[in-house]
């Protein structure tokens, strides 16, 4: 079963950045869809971005134009650059395969003060 790591969370103020990174225990950045979720208190888990094998990206309408999801094939890393965070985006983030079908990691806390 693949492991999923994710890290670079932490606490900013609103209008800062971050850069999360996630390393899978298994080779597969480089061939999966990979995507980024977050899940803040009280509600659901929600898909952020998303990006095919192909390098195709989507995202959010909250994140739109602030968040850039990227992978590092040769490290098997997958990142999402956070910016211009505002106190919403608080949450902690996760990163799976696409249709989230590997066990879930501890995620990694962002917190944004307003």
């Known amino acids: 079963q693949v492991q999923l790591v994710e890290s670079g969370g932490g606490l900013v103020q609103a209008g800062g950045s971050l850069k999360l990174s996630c390393a899978p225990s298994?080779?597969?950045?480089?061939?999966?869809?990979m995507a980024w979720y977050r899940q803040a208190p009280g509600k659901q888990r929600e898909l952020v971005a998303r990006?095919?094998?192909?390098?195709?990206?989507n995202y959010a309408d909250t994140v739109k134009g602030r968040f850039t999801i990227s992978r590092d094939n040769a490290n098997n890393t997958l990142y999402l650059q956070m910016n211009s965070l505002k106190f919403e985006d608080t949450a902690v983030y996760y990163c799976?395969?696409?249709?989230?079908?590997?066990?879930w990691g501890q995620g990694t806390q962002v917190t944004v003060s307003s």
């Open positions: 990006i095919t094998s192909g390098g195709t990206t």
């Open positions: 298994a080779t597969v950045v480089s061939i999966k869809p």
């Open positions: 799976n395969e696409i249709y989230g079908r590997y066990s």
